[in-house]
């Protein structure tokens, strides 16, 4: 197994669902020796997200396999002080500990920052929580879709027009973007550390992570301006950055920022030559102006080829589009492959999703697969320096599984 940038770096994940753990992940991916800590019986609840109604069926868990990867698993019970001294154990010999249990539980099973910080000078502890950890909604649970989607505008401003009902998030939508603000989180803390030897407190949160991502219009917002009327596709204000179906149903995205330039060679490619010395469409302002008009006539030329046809005339001519992509298409998508956006499992050929961020000079470690619940709880017991009777003791009581 190849070592990473973190190799030696020992992280404790003793949070659940998406976000946070998802960041452990990314540490694990540069080479982070990443310990899972999970609640006996069940194990973390995210383990059951694909059988919950309106998810894919399939015979693996494909939620699981995506942000458990590599991991080791400990089950403890931290509702018992034996397990909680366990735990304690582990934060005093490692680097990073993450959580988004609400604070009052961490209170309850003593991992709250006081509880831990005390215990290792240098350790990072990274809070993910809903809504921040001050105010009257610090305990308030929250998930993306509510949190993150609803609460910071984007549900809102993503509808198709002003009279369709809000869009709803497709699920994680808010929940990795998230992980690599804790992640940031994280490394900004291990490189202070370097700097002055003492470990910190770092947090990020859904709600704050989702109005950044909304934040070009809700900046306007913030400075007055003024919003126009949300137009449907088809009454959009620039056809030249519009999207159109295709003869097979699939659609494109066209960005033609540099429009003056551009628009000839977009109407050559379309067949309409004769529009270039339209009267009507003849400088930027009259395309605008007549953008209806404009857009029912790339309509009808985009309904005349497939994707693949128009794909290939437009990138043979220069022109900035995107492909509307479909989940169908990414596991022959050439140019995720080349650039490693996939990548196989370890003595598997099962693809999963590389976090996207490369360093050059470094390999990410090959993916393994997530362990079960409480699979190295032996194992991570004995490094710890646990002798086999008290490690037979702990299972006995229940605190470890």
């Given at each position: 197994m190849q070592k990473g940038i973190f190799d030696g770096l020992k992280v404790l994940d003793c949070a659940s669902f998406i976000a946070a753990p998802a960041a452990a992940t990314v540490l694990s991916d540069f080479g982070a020796d990443v310990i899972k800590i999970e609640p006996p019986g069940m194990g973390d609840p995210y383990r059951n997200l694909p059988n919950l109604p309106g998810y894919p069926a399939s015979e693996?868990?494909?939620?699981?396999?995506?942000?458990?990867?590599?991991?080791?698993?400990?089950?403890?019970?931290?509702?018992?002080?034996?397990?909680?001294?366990?735990?304690?154990?582990?934060?005093?010999?490692?680097?990073?500990?993450?959580?988004?249990?609400?604070?009052?539980?961490?209170?309850?099973?003593?991992?709250?920052?006081?509880?831990?910080?005390?215990?290792?000078?240098?350790?990072?502890?990274?809070?993910?929580?809903?809504?921040?950890?001050?105010?009257?909604?610090?305990?308030?649970?929250?998930?993306?879709?509510?949190?993150?989607?609803?609460?910071?505008?984007?549900?809102?401003?993503?509808?198709?027009?002003?009279?369709?009902?809000?869009?709803?998030?497709?699920?994680?939508?808010?929940?990795?973007?998230?992980?690599?603000?804790?992640?940031?989180?994280?490394?900004?803390?291990?490189?202070?550390?370097?700097?002055?030897?003492?470990?910190?407190?770092?947090?990020?949160?859904?709600?704050?992570?989702?109005?950044?991502?909304?934040?070009?219009?809700?900046?306007?917002?913030?400075?007055?301006?003024?919003?126009?009327?949300?137009?449907?596709?088809?009454?959009?204000?620039?056809?030249?950055?519009?999207?159109?179906?295709?003869?097979?149903?699939?659609?494109?995205?066209?960005?033609?920022?540099?429009?003056?330039?551009?628009?000839?060679?977009?109407?050559?490619?379309?067949?309409?030559?004769?529009?270039?010395?339209?009267?009507?469409?003849?400088?930027?302002?009259?395309r605008h102006a007549r953008s209806v008009e404009l857009i029912k006539i790339f309509d009808e030329a985009f309904a005349t080829k497939d994707l693949a046809e128009w794909r290939k005339i437009l990138d043979g001519n220069g022109l900035v589009f995107g492909v509307v992509g479909i989940l169908d298409d990414i596991r022959n998508d050439q140019q995720m492959l080349d650039n490693e956006v996939l990548v196989p499992f370890e003595n598997d050929t099962m693809l999963t999703i590389n976090s996207p961020i490369w360093v050059d000079g470094t390999r990410k470690v090959q993916p393994r697969k997530p362990p079960a619940i409480g699979e190295h709880s032996n194992e991570i017991l004995r490094d710890a320096g646990y002798d086999e009777a008290t490690i037979e003791t702990l299972r006995a009581s229940g605190a470890v599984a």
């Open positions: 693996h868990n494909f939620a699981w396999l995506l942000e458990a990867r590599n991991k080791k698993s400990l089950a403890l019970d931290l509702t018992k002080p034996d397990a909680q001294a366990v735990l304690y154990r582990l934060v005093a010999e490692s680097d990073v500990f993450i959580t988004n249990m609400p604070p009052q539980v961490r209170s309850k099973l003593g991992i709250t920052y006081d509880h831990l910080a005390h215990l290792n000078e240098r350790l990072i502890y990274a809070s993910f929580t809903g809504y921040g950890e001050r105010g009257e909604e610090a305990n308030k649970p929250g998930f993306d879709s509510n949190a993150y989607w609803a609460r910071s505008g984007l549900m809102d401003l993503v509808r198709a027009d002003t009279n369709t009902t809000p869009a709803r998030s497709v699920a994680g939508m808010g929940d990795h973007p998230c992980a690599m603000a804790l992640y940031s989180a994280i490394v900004t803390a291990l490189y202070q550390r370097e700097k002055t030897g003492k470990g910190a407190h770092v947090a990020s949160n859904l709600m704050a992570n989702g109005v950044w991502a909304a934040s070009v219009l809700a900046q306007a917002k913030l400075c007055g301006a003024k919003f126009g009327e949300r137009r449907p596709r088809e009454r959009a204000l620039n056809a030249v950055t519009n999207h159109y179906q295709c003869k097979d149903g699939r659609w494109i995205i066209l960005s033609l920022l540099n429009e003056e330039r551009q628009w000839p060679t977009l109407a050559r490619c379309m067949g309409r030559e004769d529009l270039i010395t339209d009267p009507r469409f003849a400088t930027r302002p009259d």
